[in-house]
């Protein structure tokens, strides 16, 4: 059966070659990264996706805003990376939907020759990874469909092996993807099997929610969240502090994401308005 939403656009019609005509984008249930492409005025997205979406905003009426805060921070994580720390390689869990400025496009404006390897493993994802994959001449990038539950497949992986060099550094971004794991103790031995292996120099970029800059909407936005099907968790920045430990934090550390090497745009955030903490930190 042909996939399509509620405005006919078959999804399955735009697939890479390469990925099975079997794949079942479980259209029916929501998605988080559906959800967060809706939010973000995005078109790859069904209406459950949009029910959901919809509930979500009444407990959280500035999530669009702070999804935004959250994609920019990205951004300027990538941009920071590659022009004041010298990062080439950059290896991002849980991708997402493509959303211009992608990462490879931010990180190869600035160093033509970065290399990047997207990992996901939503399906719908898989489905429009070919514009994951639109590399400068000079650099390279590469799809995994991959869980961030198994690090060691990502890491061993013939994709990122052809991709990256992993006897140099490598940046990590877990960006909004660990507060769908409600125990801090499987997040943290995630980003240890994640980082132990990469060389010294190497960085992790990771965001997630909170509830210290805006405690009942984002409880309530909890519970809506969970309602749906989708598990979410808001940690306080100790608690996100302590998944960076062994790690050396990089200025300004743990901050709302807007507050960090905010641009003009974050700069006129009010802080109640973002529900995302995030840091940077360097393997010694």
Do not use: C
């Not at 697939?15 to 809706?38: C, I, K, N, Q």
């Not at 769908?180 to 990469?198: G, K, N, S, Y």
């Not at 050396?248 to 090497?261: F, K, Q, R, Y």
């Amino acid at each position: 059966m042909t996939e399509r939403d509620d405005a006919g656009w078959d999804y399955r019609s735009v697939a890479p070659d390469w990925v099975s005509p079997d794949v079942d984008l479980r259209t029916d249930v929501a998605h988080s990264a559906r959800v967060y492409d809706y939010v973000l005025g995005g078109k790859d997205n069904f209406p459950a996706d949009r029910a959901a979406a919809g509930e979500f905003v009444k407990s959280l009426p500035n999530l669009s805003t702070s999804m935004r805060a959250n994609r920019n921070f990205m951004v300027r994580t990538a941009r920071v990376l590659a022009a004041k720390h010298g990062i080439r390689q950059f290896l991002d869990i849980g991708t997402g939907l493509p959303t211009a400025p992608n990462l490879h496009e931010v990180a190869q404006k600035v160093a033509p020759e970065s290399r990047i390897v997207y990992v996901d493993n939503d399906p719908i994802v898989l489905v429009h990874a070919r514009a994951l994959l639109t590399s400068t001449p000079e650099g390279r990038t590469a799809y995994l469909d991959a869980d961030l539950h198994n690090p060691e497949g990502i890491l061993e992986s013939e994709q990122l092996r052809e991709t990256l060099d992993l006897s140099q550094p490598v940046a990590v971004s877990l960006i909004a993807i660990v507060h769908f794991i409600a125990d801090d103790t499987v997040v943290q031995d995630l980003i240890d099997r994640i980082m132990r292996p990469l060389p010294a120099g190497s960085v992790l970029a990771l965001s997630t929610t909170t509830a210290d800059s805006a405690p009942e909407e984002v409880h309530a936005g909890e519970a809506a969240y969970k309602a749906n099907g989708i598990p979410l968790i808001a940690r306080d920045k100790s608690t996100v502090e302590r998944f960076f430990h062994e790690m050396e934090l990089l200025d300004p550390g743990v901050v709302l994401v807007h507050h960090w090497h905010p641009d003009d745009e974050a700069a006129a955030l009010d802080d109640a308005h973002v529900y995302m903490y995030g840091g940077v930190a360097r393997k010694p």
